[in-house]
């Protein structure tokens, strides 16, 4: 791809290549969980519910007690709870 720039600098349209990028809506939500002790603890629930489908990022505060979830778009309660509880624990609402 070239410059838009002409010979003697005036700049100009034609012929420049465009592209686009989509960039998809996250949404964050924070989950209450309780049972949630140690460091396994985090490593449990992160797998859990990292396995999600739309699922991009999964942040544990044990000491907290706080499930931090990025997703594509809205999360789905039910399954997130569901992964929670695969993992020995329990999903007590939003925070």
């Known amino acids: 791809m070239g410059s838009c720039c002409t010979p003697d600098n005036s700049c100009s ?20 969980v309780s049972g949630m002790t140690c460091g396994h603890c985090r490593t449990a629930i992160t797998k859990s519910v ?5 699922v991009i990022t ?9 499930v931090t979830v990025t997703t594509g778009g809205e999360p789905d309660d039910a399954a997130i709870a569901a992964a929670v509880d695969d993992a020995g624990y329990e999903l007590t609402g939003r925070a």
């Open 58 to 66: 999964v942040d544990v505060d044990v000491n907290g007690g706080l």
């Open 13 to 32: 349209t034609s012929g420049t290549d465009t592209t686009t990028v989509a960039i998809a809506e996250s949404t964050v939500t924070v989950y209450a």
């Open 50 to 54: 990292s396995a999600l489908d739309g």
